[in-house]
């Protein structure tokens, strides 16, 4: 049998096809070539950036301290004897005035009887001696007695009338002591425990153990520590010139400063081994919620309203004991600028040097660009910017920021 076979001009073309397609493959195709130039350059890192906020604001220097009650009663017993009634209960709000403990006042209206007695007897003596007096007068203006007899009758008198003065000074003391059995609240605010219960004996005095305690709660002071610097910058000033010191309140449970309040007092001398002065500062309590030696956060207003540019904390990074941010340029490009930090506001951070409000600043994403980078930003707003879960780095960061940010506000 005969095979038919292609003709030679046939494998000639189709072999010079193939060789022709594979060639154009290898260094034709424009696809490929961008292909491998595209795995060459990686997309640029996006990053979320915002504009650097500019506002009118006060500078608030941040102190910790602690509150204080204005009043501070210890209830002690002025008087002796057994303690027969508790009229509280324990940590509830009293008025002022209101009994508290009553001791046993039986004894004292004992005392009070027997001193109304005395008071009576020496008033009759003071009219015996009165009636006897003036008739030694008479008697004597007669030459009926003697000159010495009637001296005497008048040193009776006098003697009676000094009497009744003593009898009645007596009934005063028995009467005080009397009150003392019914102790009752000399300031309104909140009781603690009865360390003493009814039964037992009551000594008085001033060493004698405490009933209860007792502290006002409708304001309340917290004390905190200012540094020199501070005080000779913006206390001193208020002081001479009068005008008001803004001071705020937060407590440790509240992010924001929730109560405003006045400088009620400012100490009369540094303490000359931390170099600080001790302020206090007023704040109303409506609420009771405040009580005496809570944690208290303090901001004390130091200036002037002013233009700020503000940032967020967590845009600043740390470059040993430097602090910069990562602006964001008309290219895209990262610029690293060094920064001067002032005090804190809430999230934000006030920038004193390095920075003009507008500017785009890297608030999120930081720890994955390099200065000069080419990045893609996501423009976001500064206060509404989404948080992102802080890494080790960051959260290393953000500890040494925050120490940072303590060291700006008190120097």
């Known amino acids: 049998m005969l095979v038919s076979r292609p003709p030679i001009a046939l494998l000639t073309i189709f072999v010079a096809l193939v060789a022709a397609a594979g060639s154009y493959s290898l260094w034709g195709d424009p696809a490929g070539t961008a292909t491998a130039?595209?795995?060459?350059?990686?997309?640029?890192?996006?990053?979320?950036v915002a504009p650097a906020l500019g506002k009118t604001l006060i500078d608030w220097q941040d102190y910790s301290g602690r509150l204080e009650a204005i009043d501070r009663v210890d209830i002690r017993p002025l008087v002796s004897g057994t303690l027969t009634a508790v009229h509280f209960k324990d940590g509830s709000l009293v008025n002022k005035g209101d009994p508290l403990f009553t001791i046993d006042p039986r004894p004292y209206a004992a005392e009070v009887?027997?001193?109304?007695?005395?008071?009576?007897?020496?008033?009759?003596?003071?009219?015996?001696?009165?009636?006897?007096?003036?008739?030694?007068?008479?008697?004597?203006a007669e030459n009926a007695i003697a000159r010495r007899d009637f001296e005497s009758k008048r040193n009776?008198?006098?003697?009676?009338?000094?009497?009744?003065?003593?009898?009645?000074?007596?009934?005063?003391?028995?009467?005080?002591?009397?009150?003392?059995?019914?102790?009752?609240?000399?300031?309104?605010?909140?009781?603690?425990r009865a360390e003493i219960t009814e039964g037992n004996v009551v000594a008085a005095g001033a060493t004698s153990t405490p009933l209860t305690t007792l502290v006002s709660v409708s304001q309340m002071y917290a004390a905190f520590d200012v540094d020199e610097r501070?005080?000779?910058?913006?206390?001193?000033?208020?002081?001479?010139?009068?005008?008001?010191?803004?001071?705020?309140?937060?407590?440790?449970?509240?992010?924001?400063y929730s109560r405003e309040g006045v400088v009620q007092s400012v100490d009369n001398r540094i303490n000359t081994t931390s170099g600080t002065i001790r302020v206090r500062a007023m704040?109303?309590?409506?609420?009771?919620?405040?009580?005496?030696?809570?944690?208290?956060r303090i901001r004390l207003?130091?200036?002037?309203?002013?233009?700020?540019?503000?940032?967020?904390?967590?845009?600043?990074?740390?470059?040993?004991?430097?602090?910069?941010v990562l602006v964001v340029d008309d290219e895209g490009r990262t610029v690293y600028r060094r920064v001067s930090l002032g005090a804190s506001q809430g999230k934000l951070r006030v920038i004193t040097e390095g920075l003009q409000a507008g500017e785009r600043v890297v608030v999120n994403g930081l720890q994955r660009v390099r200065p000069g980078e080419i990045v893609a930003p996501n423009l976001v707003s500064m206060e509404d910017s989404p948080q992102s879960t802080p890494t080790a780095t960051t959260a290393a960061t953000t500890a040494t920021s925050t120490t940072a940010t303590t060291t700006a506000s008190i120097n």
């Open 156 to 192: 009776d008198a006098r003697e009676a009338a000094a009497n009744v003065q003593a009898a009645d000074a007596a009934l005063d003391a028995a009467k005080l002591n009397l009150g003392y059995t019914e102790i009752v609240a000399p300031v309104a605010g909140r009781v603690s």
């Open 283 to 296: 704040f109303n309590n409506a609420d009771g919620s405040l009580l005496p030696g809570m944690y208290a």
């Open 301 to 324: 207003g130091g200036t002037e309203p002013h233009a700020a540019v503000l940032v967020e904390e967590r845009a600043i990074g740390t470059d040993q004991d430097k602090r910069f």
């Open 230 to 256: 501070t005080y000779l910058k913006y206390m001193s000033p208020a002081r001479v010139s009068g005008a008001p010191v803004p001071v705020q309140l937060g407590l440790a449970n509240e992010e924001n």
């Open 113 to 140: 009887d027997r001193a109304e007695a005395q008071l009576a007897a020496a008033r009759a003596r003071v009219a015996f001696t009165a009636s006897e007096l003036a008739r030694g007068k008479r008697l004597l």
């Open 37 to 48: 130039q595209t795995q060459a350059a990686p997309a640029a890192p996006s990053v979320d």
